[in-house]
């Protein structure tokens, strides 16, 4: 009987994420309520309130879905694209999957535009940090360990090129004239390669 209850709470929580990730994606945060949300989940008040708190914890889950998506994505790309010639080859791979994700509706919603309102600032970067960082240093680790930068500046490295990708995300989401993705990455990748 426990594991049938455990099961069906599990499958609730999985509904109700299910029902707020094209609301929040299409509507946005302040639009969307959680009589909506109950609606389209089929399920009570009181079963999203007991699984997420409240409308912004149910946010936060639903952005943190997107960013370990995105982030998944991003580690297959990079052992896809790793290179016996090419040192940098997976590290950029990963990179250009966070770029194309920062160009999705409901990544661009959820994760860009009302993330930092919803959360805060402070706190967007530092769940995005937390999200990202190890993919980050991971890559830096690598490359300077391959000598292409001193490995003392391995981890300060990955924290200003996760800042970098951050603002290329940021721009590409507001539609800021005079970038475009491809822009961005190219900008990204002689940023990154000539890390010395």
């Known amino acids: 009987m426990v594991k049938r209850t455990s099961e069906q709470a599990a499958g609730t929580r999985d509904a109700i994420l299910a029902a707020a990730r094209p ?4 509507e946005g945060y302040a639009q969307t309520s959680l009589a909506g949300i109950v609606a389209a989940a089929g399920v009570t008040k009181g079963a999203l309130v007991h ?13 943190k879905q997107l960013q370990i998506e ?6 297959d790309g990079a052992i896809a694209a790793r290179s016996k010639t090419d040192p ?5 791979a990963g990179c250009r999957v966070y770029l194309a994700w920062s160009r999705r509706p409901d990544y661009q919603q959820v994760v860009l535009v009302d993330g930092p309102a919803v959360l805060g600032m402070e706190r967007w970067h530092q769940l995005d940090f937390e999200l990202g960082s190890e993919n980050m240093t991971r890559g830096t680790d690598f490359l300077a360990r391959h000598g292409h930068f001193p490995l003392r500046l391995s981890k300060s490295a990955a924290i200003m090129l996760q800042g970098a990708l951050n603002g290329a995300g940021f721009a590409l989401s507001s539609g800021s004239p005079g970038i475009t993705e491809a822009e961005a990455f190219e900008t990204f990748e002689r940023l990154l390669r000539g890390l010395r």
Not at 23 to 26: P, V, W
Not at 70 to 75: F, K, N, P, S
Not at 88 to 92: C, D, S
């Open 23 to 26: 609301l929040f994606a299409s």
């Open 51 to 63: 699984h997420f708190g409240n409308k912004e914890g149910l946010f936060l889950a639903v952005w």
């Open 70 to 75: 995105m982030d998944l994505e991003a580690r």
């Open 88 to 92: 940098y080859a997976a590290f950029l």
